[in-house]
């Protein structure tokens, strides 16, 4: 299984960014789809995931300036970030959960895309 993240980027404080994860290959069914983000120095950490039927959970951190949204058919997740802070600053890491096509359970991560807001 294969993710492709996009949307990272430089922002000002107080600006939005849409990040993108578009997984392929051997799946049979998604179970949840996340975003983690991992600053310099620190450990990785969630920013929200959103499961097979819908429930969503956000950090603390992000709740009532991120949303998360999917689209299991087309097997997309997308994170809309506003009211963005410098401490938003990390690189941001797609994580999807499911079975594949031999019924195998997975747990892939992209790559991640760099998300930097400038105060």
């Known amino acids: 299984v294969q993710l492709v993240e996009s949307g990272g980027g430089l922002v000002q404080a107080g600006g939005s960014l849409r990040l993108s994860c578009a997984a392929s290959?051997?799946?049979?069914?998604?179970?949840?789809m996340g975003w983690y983000r991992q600053a310099p120095g620190n450990e990785r950490e969630l920013v929200a995931y959103?499961?097979?039927?819908?429930?969503?959970n956000y950090a603390d951190s992000v709740k009532g300036r991120f949303t998360i949204s999917a689209d299991n058919v087309m097997k997309t997740v997308l994170l809309q970030m506003n009211s963005l802070k410098p401490e938003d600053t990390a690189v941001y890491y797609c994580?999807?959960?499911?079975?594949?096509?031999?019924?195998?359970?997975?747990?892939?991560w992209g790559r991640g895309t760099q998300v930097t807001v400038s105060s």
């Open positions: 994580n999807v959960g499911g079975l594949d096509t031999t019924f195998r359970g997975f747990r892939s």
């Open positions: 959103i499961t097979s039927i819908g429930r969503t």
């Open positions: 290959g051997s799946i049979r069914t998604i179970n949840d």
